[in-house]
């Protein structure tokens, strides 16, 4: 953690950026498959001028390939930019969609209490599954919710899966 906060601290951004094009080329290419957990840790104020694929689009590639986003928002560090709270929205939802989380660290000292706080969570997670009573194989979207019988455990999972699909 504390060689990742070195890293991002020497980071200068500028430019138009292509955000949901770079999430959406890096799913399909890199993390393709549904077969083993996937995980991205991005580090963004979030800002997108010119991609052509949505933020839906990313959660929908990323549910069908078992892939789970961790943002970590830029914005609160430093000079606030018009439009940040826009992308802290799409940042959370991006995250929470997929399963991962988001962060929005006022300090850059606390990039590294972010990132142990990812690797601790990727280490105790636990993966449940059952069968469908739903025996169609149409590809579609279907919603799941889990519900805790004691209050103090916390319960973070995706809103739903992607049936497998025939022919």
């Known amino acids: 953690p504390a060689l990742l906060t070195r890293a991002v601290k020497r980071m200068h951004a500028g430019g138009g950026t292509r955000l949901y094009d770079a999430l959406y ?21 979030g800002d997108d001028k010119s991609s052509r694929r949505s933020p839906q689009d990313v959660v929908d590639l990323a549910r069908r390939n078992n892939v ?40 850059l000292e606390k990039l590294a209490s972010n990132f142990e706080r990812i690797a601790e969570e990727l280490r105790s997670q636990y993966t449940i599954g059952y069968r469908s009573t739903n025996q169609q194989r149409d590809g579609t979207f279907r919603q799941i919710r889990i519900e805790m019988k004691k209050p103090h455990y916390s319960v973070r999972t995706r809103p739903g899966y992607y049936a497998a699909k025939t022919g």
């Open 68 to 107: 789970s986003i961790y943002a970590i928002s830029m914005n609160a560090v430093g000079t606030v930019r018009e439009g940040a709270d826009r992308s802290d929205e799409i940042l959370r939802m991006l995250a929470s969609e997929t399963g991962g989380d988001g962060f929005f660290p006022k300090k």
């Open 25 to 45: 080329f890096v799913v399909q290419n890199k993390f393709n498959g549904p077969d083993a957990r996937k995980v991205i840790v991005l580090i963004t104020d």
